[in-house]
């Protein structure tokens, strides 16, 4: 099994979300996948702690931590609380990175956040994102951490995340280093924009690509649109072009498949895993020029 | 009723989708609403020249017609019936705006179409568009119609519309005549852009709002996508900054409102005529400047 696998596979652990910490690291490396990208939940169930360990254990490289975010909410208590909570997710990603295999990132996905309730002021939140980047920035820095701003598809817009072009993610990001303040290149929220191929070859001139990730679209759009996430292949995204210009941009790091659906998520995560590796390697891997992941090359 | 309506409110036929044409024509007059946007379906039901003769009578400004477009197919004899469609559908406005009431505009509005089936070239299928405009574009000068590109939102894009943004419809008007082809500047469609009050001034520089439609958009979104219109004040866009760019841009014409929903569908369509008439009032009117549309003022 591990001679068909691209090393440069991570699973996303959204994409089987009802796996627990234990079984996602199990699942993931018996298919001979080399990485992981966590999400707080799971981790938060065992503790920092103990996650990390497991980790450690699993032998897998960290990707990405998923994530952030969240703190469109003007001042008052509601905003501390969202970053003070943003915080302590750039130390426990900080600590998980540290603790996972050699080549492993320290990556937070921020989510920006909808519009407050009762809100119309998409401007105002917009604002607010960067505001709080600029209280984040500093911690990220002491840490060591990306912070990877994620633009979401546009029918997100208004109850999830104000940032929706990857080109507005770059223009947030402009005031900060790109070592502390990068994008997430998710080929389900951008692959539409008719600005895609030139956003992603910006993002890469100005060195911000912290992770690229995939999964396909398909309509109809499942009733809950937040869950209409495919595996590459079943959709219409065109991975060979969008890969090919993340690839031009020199990005030779991990590439997660993340994927929202609820009937992936009913199925046995261990078919689930084989079923993503074999995916990548027909719609994802023909299009990369870097066989290894620079980050598994040498220790950052 | 007819002292608190406002003179621009237009009200698209879709709006009250099931009732016939009509039904629609006399529930917009008696509703005091001056001016009505039109839908080939119900046009063909009693036909174009009875169709013509019922606007004509029922004195209202005619102020577009949905739709032309679903041109993305390549070449061959579907792409040759859609084209040839369009042609018809383009001497249908000249046909309509000819018998209405004077200050009508002959305004074709054009929803470009999604993927052709089992396709990922998106690009290509923009490239489709711009042939197609090349091809009508003579027949539109021809018969005095301006064809007006419709941005729809990306939710759309694969299977409807592979034109997402303001920004991208007028590049691809970019080469026409502003008479001739111009764009559809609809709030549902584009309020999330963070380009959207730039790309609104550029519309209006470069000549090309051919029509300005409102409705509201709520989360979650409808589980049919294409039915989550909203009236407008029901949801979060903000009618205020929108409006004003148009405003800004000199646009003074009427200003359609286009709600696709089933509830509303279901609803009797006198209610539904005098409710937009309420919101269109409170949500939008207060940021016109102009009282009287300027194509109701001199027959052109």
Redesign the interface.
């Known amino acids: 099994m591990t001679g068909v696998v691209d090393p440069r596979l991570s699973i996303n652990q959204a994409t089987i979300k009802h796996a627990d910490l234990a079984t996602a690291l199990r699942a993931t490396a018996e298919a001979g996948v080399r990485c992981i990208g966590l999400w707080r939940e799971p981790v938060h169930e065992v503790g920092l702690q103990t996650a990390a360990s497991m980790l450690a254990g699993s032998g897998l490289r960290f990707t990405t931590y998923c994530r952030g975010g969240f703190f469109t909410v003007p001042g008052g208590p509601q905003r501390r609380a969202a970053i003070d909570d943003n915080r302590r997710a750039i130390e426990e990603t900080a600590t998980l990175a540290a603790a996972a295999a050699p080549g492993s990132t320290a990556i937070l996905v921020l989510v920006a956040g909808g519009?407050p309730e009762a809100?119309?002021?998409?401007?105002g939140a917009?604002e607010r994102v960067r505001e709080a980047l600029e209280e984040l920035a500093p911690d990220a820095a002491a840490s060591g951490v990306t912070l990877a701003i994620e633009p979401l598809?546009?029918?997100y817009?208004?109850?999830r995340c104000v940032v929706?072009?990857l080109?507005?993610a770059l223009?947030l990001a402009a005031g900060f280093d790109p070592s502390v303040v990068g994008v997430t290149v998710d080929t389900f929220h951008i692959?539409?924009?008719?600005d895609v191929l030139s956003s992603i070859a910006r993002a890469g001139r100005e060195g911000r690509i912290a992770t690229y990730q995939v999964c396909d679209?398909?309509?109809?759009?499942a009733?809950?649109?937040l869950l209409s996430r495919h595996y590459p292949g079943d959709?219409?995204?065109?991975f060979a072009?969008l890969t090919a210009a993340v690839e031009a941009t020199g990005y030779d790091r991990d590439i997660e498949v993340e994927i929202f659906n609820e009937s992936i998520w009913a199925s046995d995560p261990d078919e689930v895993v084989r079923h993503v590796v074999a995916r990548f390697s027909s719609t994802v891997s023909p299009h990369l020029s870097q066989s290894l992941p620079s980050n598994a090359r040498s220790r950052p």
Do not use: E, F, N
């Open positions: 519009l809100s119309r002021d998409l401007i917009r598809h546009p029918m817009a208004s109850d929706s072009t080109g507005q223009d692959w539409w924009d008719p679209w398909k309509t109809p759009l009733a809950d649109v959709g219409i995204i065109d072009s």
